[in-house]
Structures are given as structure tokens and as C-alpha cells.
């Protein structure tokens, strides 16, 4: 994946119709395939300058795929009245420094914390062991793997790194379900519970919480699945897999003053 950072200067005058045309742009911009996302953003203290930021899936994907595919022209016909305005363009490759600040709370932190996962995996457990269903793939469990399955959430969910430090992270997880041929029926009746669980033990109930924490439950127990059928040869050592908001973040109506996110 690349970033092209497209600095613009533009007469003041001319900022609506700048924005307007890059509006429509984006069209055509967005059906792209080559085109991971975009961003148009104008100077606070400078209103002359914009910067766009397009994500590309590479640099050569954006120079002969998106240019010689159908979608540039269409893009090009609305914004090439400005291309005179551009002041640098460049391509800019990631590094590994990057992260979210505090302003956003965790998922964990959301949550409750370690007290509140730990309440849920205890409950969620308890009628675990009266299904009739998942009874048969969990009456011999320690009687503290609860309390790692808590440890395990919180760490995906960005707390701390308790499970990697005291039980040896993914690989440690993933030998778990080797050899445990999980059928669907048993995947869903696993998410179900846990899902009953959460309202039971009073998790958060918000919309954006829970489309996150649902979203982790349905990736994580169909990879378990998929790990846990016979022949199956997953990788043993991989890095932990961490879970944000993805496209909803928490509703903070200090934060968040004008609309509830969709």
C-alpha cells in the first residue's frame, strides 16, 4: 500500500468550486479498485493550501492501473482545471510508527475493563457447561480459563498484554483448538450465548460497542473453526490480533456534537 499526498494552493475565491469538483471527483476516484481511501483537507491557518491524501493499493497500481483504467478520465474531466495549482505530488510509503491517541477509548477501556471481561467470561462459561451443544467441547477446562479468555479479550481489545506475558500469546490460543473439529452448529451456538451473556452481565449496549465487539466475536470463532478441523495446519506463531472501532467510534456526545455515527 502507498499514500500520495497532492498539495493544491487555491485562491480563496475559488475554494467552493475547488471542493465542489473533487466532491464529484471522488466519484469516480472511489470506484476505482486501485483506491483504498481518500481524504480532502484545507489549511486552518493557511486556507490556500489544501492537502489530498489518497491511498493506493501500490504506486504502480495508481501510475498505469488507475491512469490507464476506465475511471481516470471521469476523474481527470473534474479536476484538471486545478492540476496547474499543484504544488508537489508525491508517493510516501508507511512506516511502522503510527497509532490511535487517548482521545478514543479503547474497547477495553469501553468495556469496563478487565473486572467487567471477567465477569462476562465467568457467566458466559457457567451456560456453557448446561448447553448441550458445547458441553462435550468444554466439561474438561481448567477452572481459571475464564479468567485467560478475559485476559485474551483485553489484550485484542487493547488493554493489557497480559495474555503474550504470561501465557505465550497466539500460538499459545491457536494449539487450543487443534484437533477440536468445532462443528458450525456449535460456532454459532458459542456466539449466541456469549452475545446473551453480555446483555446479561451488562456490557455496554451502545450500537457502535457492539458492532465491534460482534464483529471480533464472528472473525475470531470462524477462525477458530477453520484451525480446529481435521488436517487443518494454521501458522503457530503469529502476532496477536488486536480490534478497534472500525468505521463506527464510540458515540461521546462531547465529541461527537453533531450526528450520531452511522
Not at 487450543?176 to 449496549?205: C, F, N, Y
Not at 457492539?210 to 503469529?238: C, D, H, M, V
Amino acid at each position: 500500500m502507498i499514500v500520495e499526498y497532492v498539495r493544491y494552493r487555491i485562491d480563496p475565491q475559488d475554494a467552493a468550486d475547488f471542493e465542489a469538483a473533487y466532491a464529484r471527483a471522488s466519484v469516480p476516484l472511489a470506484a476505482a479498485p486501485e483506491c483504498v481511501d481518500y481524504e480532502l483537507s484545507r489549511c486552518v491557518d493557511e486556507p490556500s493550501s489544501y492537502i489530498l491524501r489518497i491511498c493506493w493499493t501500490s504506486a504502480d497500481d495508481h501510475m498505469r492501473g488507475f491512469r490507464g483504467g476506465e475511471h481516470f478520465p471521469a476523474f481527470l474531466a473534474e479536476i484538471k482545471p486545478y492540476v496547474q495549482r499543484i504544488e508537489e505530488m508525491r508517493h510516501y510509503e508507511r512506516t511502522a510508527v503510527r497509532g490511535a491517541g487517548s482521545s478514543v477509548p479503547t474497547m477495553y477501556d469501553w468495556a469496563g475493563g478487565n473486572e467487567a471481561l471477567e465477569r462476562l467470561t465467568e457467566h458466559f462459561y457457567t451456560n456453557v457447561l448446561k448447553d448441550d451443544l458445547l458441553r462435550p467441547l468444554f466439561e474438561h477446562m481448567a477452572p481459571d480459563h475464564p479468567k485467560w479468555v478475559a485476559a485474551w479479550l483485553g489484550e485484542v481489545f487493547r488493554g493489557p498484554e497480559r495474555y503474550s506475558r504470561e501465557r505465550g500469546g497466539y500460538h499459545h490460543m491457536v494449539r487450543h483448538h487443534l484437533g477440536k473439529s468445532i462443528t458450525e452448529a456449535q460456532r454459532r451456538r458459542w456466539v449466541s450465548l456469549l452475545m446473551d451473556a453480555a446483555d446479561e452481565v451488562g456490557l455496554p449496549d451502545d450500537p457502535e460497542f457492539r458492532a465491534a465487539f460482534a464483529s471480533y466475536i464472528e472473525w475470531g470463532t470462524r477462525i477458530a473453526l477453520a484451525n480446529s478441523q481435521p488436517g487443518a495446519k494454521p501458522p503457530l506463531e503469529a502476532p496477536m490480533p488486536h480490534w478497534g472501532w472500525g468505521v463506527a467510534p464510540p458515540y461521546i456526545p462531547a465529541v461527537f456534537t453533531q450526528s450520531r455515527p452511522t
